[in-house]
């Protein structure tokens, strides 16, 4: 006798279509994800990520000193507010946590493929739909398939800006026989106690790692491209009765949201003024700031004053930047880099100091929007031939020659001054109704296509530029060298350009 049993699938369509796919489980993905669970009728969601885990940036970066530079208070989104943040501006574990509380709470989990990587990205015009090709990591998994493919009615980019790390091209650099690092390949067995360190690069990252490296080596030196403007963190912790307060009476908490909000909102003429009272004031803050912080050092005080206008490039907030420079075993370096050898760093002088690691602080490939990934938009014409003058979107969101797609934090909506959070949320509420068109057409057996107006993205784009110009962001004194032939850099690399990680 034999027991009746149900027929069974012997596969999952679902595995390989979808009528959603986003790229990256960071800030973007997830409020992405749950606009589109709470707006649409769309259950045939996936997330595809590359790491273990979400977080994005916040689960990469994972270097000493890694914090945001954000009012906590404002680095939550607006429909889950964190109440009970410890300081008033969060560790890097503290953010990574919170989002994912956030994936937790919100059931997306069950829609993420981790260790999953897009490879390609191709829109089929007779289809209608986008083809992705993905490769797979991870012991178990790798086993089954190395790669495949997923067909889906709508592509969605929250890759970010900082995801892939920017190597500069000094000569010699695998020839370095010491500890080679990113600080978004941060090597957390590694110790750096009583260890000779450089750190290449000065910027919003450089500003977190030298002051806490500072206390344990035996010897730090930070080369120095183009100094930067600096002004006061002021951070400090949020008191248990605090957050008891911001937890139990939410009118309170929304207060010091709005008003924090306000008081960012309100340093915008830093950027659209460079002549403002409120750039005088961070010039002579700033100034302040480094006569106070190197009274031992006073020869390095012109060195760290920039030549632009403030707002240029990102003002950076630090309480111990300049301090930390201060101590007798952090030199600064500005002379060029000529090459890096086996046991250290040469400037252009012909001076070579040796060191156990080296530190690139060097940012990210952040004009290079969704790169690595290749993207083939109508008729197989790829992304690169699009942007060939410039990244564009429409709102930053939407792409010429690329239907039903959207990406987040995209070209002309990063900030200098305020929360990302913000703009991530205008822009996930924006591709959700899109989406939700999109469904409703698949629900009544139709299809559905968005496609931008190519004149529509060029009177967008020739009012956006044309603003830019009016702005700090325009100064002529702002700029990075961006290949072998920047002569007129003062820089401290000289060549520089882009690099794979050499590991």
């Known amino acids: 006798m034999t027991c009746s049993q149900p027929l069974r699938p012997v596969r999952n369509p679902d595995y390989t279509d979808s009528t959603v796919a986003i790229i990256g489980s960071g800030f973007s993905g997830i409020c992405t994800a749950i606009d589109i669970i709470k707006r649409t009728q769309c259950r045939n969601l996936l997330i595809l990520e590359k790491g273990n885990q979400v977080g994005g940036t916040w689960n990469d970066n994972r270097y000493p000193g890694c914090a945001c530079d954000v009012w906590s208070a404002l680095y939550s989104f607006s429909f889950e507010q964190k109440s009970d943040w410890s300081r008033e501006y969060p560790g890097q574990e503290e953010v990574r946590d919170y989002l994912i509380h956030v994936a937790e709470k919100y059931g997306l989990y069950r829609y993420i493929r981790f260790g999953t990587t897009v490879q390609e990205a191709r829109w089929d015009d007779s289809q209608g739909r986008w083809i992705l090709d993905v490769n797979v990591s991870g012991t178990v998994d790798s086993q089954v398939h190395e790669s495949y493919q997923i067909t889906t009615d709508f592509l969605v980019s929250a890759v970010g800006q900082l995801n892939i790390p920017s190597w500069s091209s000094i000569p010699g650099i695998d020839d370095f ?10 090597d957390r067995t590694y110790d750096f106690t009583d260890k000779r360190v450089a750190v290449v690069g000065n910027g919003a990252t450089a500003a977190q790692i030298v002051p806490e490296m500072a206390k344990s080596v ?8 183009n100094p930067n403007w600096i002004m006061p963190r002021m951070d400090r912790t949020v008191s248990p009765v605090q957050q008891f307060i911001l937890s139990y009476f939410p009118p309170v908490r929304w207060c010091k949201r709005a008003m924090m909000m306000c008081l960012r909102e309100a340093t915008f003429s830093i950027f659209t003024n460079a002549e403002s009272s409120l750039s005088r004031t961070i010039r002579k803050t700033c100034a302040k700031m480094i006569e106070t912080g190197l009274q031992d050092k006073p020869e390095l005080c012109d060195k760290l004053v920039p030549k632009y206008s403030p707002g240029c490039k990102r003002i950076l907030l630090s309480d ?5 420079l201060n101590r007798p075993n ?3 370096e500005t002379r060029p880099i000529r090459r890096v050898t086996t046991s250290g760093i040469e400037t252009a002088d012909g001076e070579l100091q040796e060191y156990d690691l080296i530190v690139f602080a060097t940012g990210f490939r952040s004009v290079e929007f969704m790169h690595p990934i290749r993207v083939y938009g109508k008729h197989g014409r790829p992304l690169s031939e699009i942007w060939k003058d410039g990244a564009a979107a429409y709102r930053g969101v939407t792409v010429e020659d690329l239907p039903n797609f959207g ?8 900030l200098g001054h305020n929360s990302i959070i913000l703009m991530i949320e205008a822009q996930s509420r924006y591709l959700s109704t899109l989406v939700g068109e999109v469904v409703q057409a698949k629900i009544r057996g139709d299809s559905l296509v968005f496609q931008l107006r190519p004149e529509a993205m060029t009177a967008y784009n020739d009012r956006i530029q044309s603003q830019l110009e009016r702005t700090s962001f325009s100064d ?9 032939n920047c ?3 003062n820089g401290m690399i000289t060549g520089l350009k882009e690099r794979g990680n050499p590991a």
């Open 218 to 225: 035996s010897h730090l030196a930070v080369y120095q491209r």
């Open 407 to 414: 990406m987040l934090y995209g070209p002309n909506t990063n």
């Open 320 to 324: 111990d930047y300049y301090t930390a």
């Open 487 to 489: 002569h007129e850099c």
């Open 330 to 332: 952090v030199d600064l």
């Open 177 to 186: 026989t010491g500890k080679l690092m990113h600080s978004a390949r941060w």
């Open 476 to 484: 002529p004194n702002c700029y990075s060298c961006i290949n072998e």
